[in-house]
């Protein structure tokens, strides 16, 4: 049986604030945490002998793992000195061919059908911002080189992290990265054969997710749970978890989650590509759009929350408004910028009549009352 080596051990520090309390393979997508759906990927393909390494607040992760019904073995990288690294903490577990993947980025099972049975292979994808990875030679159906986040791109077919490897690739991890023992093989023989992505995201930015959710969310099945009032409007695919209550004339439009003891409405609209984690309060009057609401998070009446991504615990007042709108800011000496409503932190408190307007507000930070929000606000920081 094939074996897989997930890396989970990483940061993802440009995902800040959401990557200060927990390790990116941990931010849920359509409510599940993104290794996760890596792990279902590989079930789904019959491959259930799987490793993952672990370092960035380890704890998190291994407890998720420990939920679920599988056998998976742990590996601790004890400082996070990339992925090469991450991958010679499971040398002496490793033996015959295996597929190496990254924990943090999504990938669905027909992509894992298409490199299961390689030996050697790496898997591509098209993506329109190719500098922000590995980016791919291929001829000939073959991998030739890796260049690793170039300035300039002359193509746009990146690396996905994933690939099949052999026991070999342990006698080159010395010192390099992942893409430049790719190059090293290469130059000495090894032929990687290029395999296509059927789907693959990988959120670099925050804002990344607000893209990437929907796009998983199609995934939705049609779930009942908890209690319903006999005048909610539900239309499409819509999830809602055992223990949650949605009052009288709310409409859910699909495809939409709601998780477990939630209290939602009456009078409040979910719109589509909406993910609401576990025992959230959205108060009446109150629509929600193409968000990301986590665990624990509070939303008061009169509110619109739209191109949002809420933190776990966040509370925002009564006649909070989200709105979307251009970002740009300077990081690692370049211009980077997106378009969403807010990234909120964990813990966040906006009080009545705020207003977020592209903006990224840390963890803890409070807001007091009818303030305007734009750009960046640091952890813990507290706007009068």
Request: proline share 6%.
């Amino acid at each position: 049986m094939r074996k897989a080596v997930i890396l989970a051990g990483g940061e993802g520090s440009r995902l800040r604030p959401l990557t200060f309390a927990r390790p990116k393979a941990m931010i849920p997508l359509a409510n599940t945490p993104i290794i996760e759906h890596v792990i279902n990927a590989l079930v789904a393909n019959g491959i259930r002998d799987i490793t993952v390494v672990v370092g960035y607040r380890k704890e998190q992760v291994i407890r998720h793992l420990n939920t679920l019904d599988l056998p998976i073995s742990i590996a601790v990288q004890e400082r996070q000195l990339g992925a090469a690294h991450a991958l010679q903490c499971v040398e002496g577990a490793i033996n015959e061919p295996f597929i190496l993947l990254p924990g943090d980025n999504f990938i669905d099972a027909a992509s894992i059908a298409r490199i299961r049975d390689e030996t050697m292979a790496a898997m591509i994808r098209e993506h329109p911002y190719p500098s922000n990875f590995g980016v791919v030679a291929v001829k000939d159906g073959y991998v030739w080189g890796i260049v690793e986040k170039p300035e300039y791109a002359p193509r746009f077919t990146v690396s996905t992290g994933i690939y099949c490897l052999t026991p070999d690739v342990f006698g080159y991890l010395d010192g390099i990265e992942i893409p430049e023992v790719i190059g090293e093989m290469i130059a000495d023989g090894a032929r990687f054969k290029a395999v296509m992505a059927h789907e693959w995201h990988d959120a670099i930015y925050p804002w990344d997710l607000l893209t990437i959710n929907p796009r998983i969310m199609k995934r939705v099945s049609s779930v009942r749970g908890g209690t319903i009032s006999p005048d909610v409007s539900i239309r499409g695919p819509v999830s809602i978890g055992k223990g949650t209550a949605i009052g009288p004339n709310t409409t859910v439009i699909g495809p939409a989650i709601i998780g477990e003891d939630c209290d939602i409405g009456p009078n409040v609209v979910i719109m589509p590509n909406t993910s609401i984690g576990s025992r959230v309060r959205i108060e009446p009057f109150t629509v929600v759009e193409k968000s990301i609401i986590m665990n624990d998070a509070a939303i008061g009446s009169h509110g619109r929350c739209a191109d949002a991504v809420i933190g776990e615990g966040a509370m925002l007042a009564d006649h909070v408004s989200v709105r979307s709108g251009h970002y740009l800011a300077e990081e690692d000496g370049k211009l980077i910028g997106g378009k969403f409503g807010a990234i909120l932190g964990d813990r966040v408190a906006a009080a009545p009549f705020t207003v977020l307007h592209h903006c990224l507000v840390g963890n803890g930070a409070s807001i007091e009352e009818g303030r305007v929000i734009r750009d960046r606000i640091p952890d813990n920081a507290v706007v009068k």
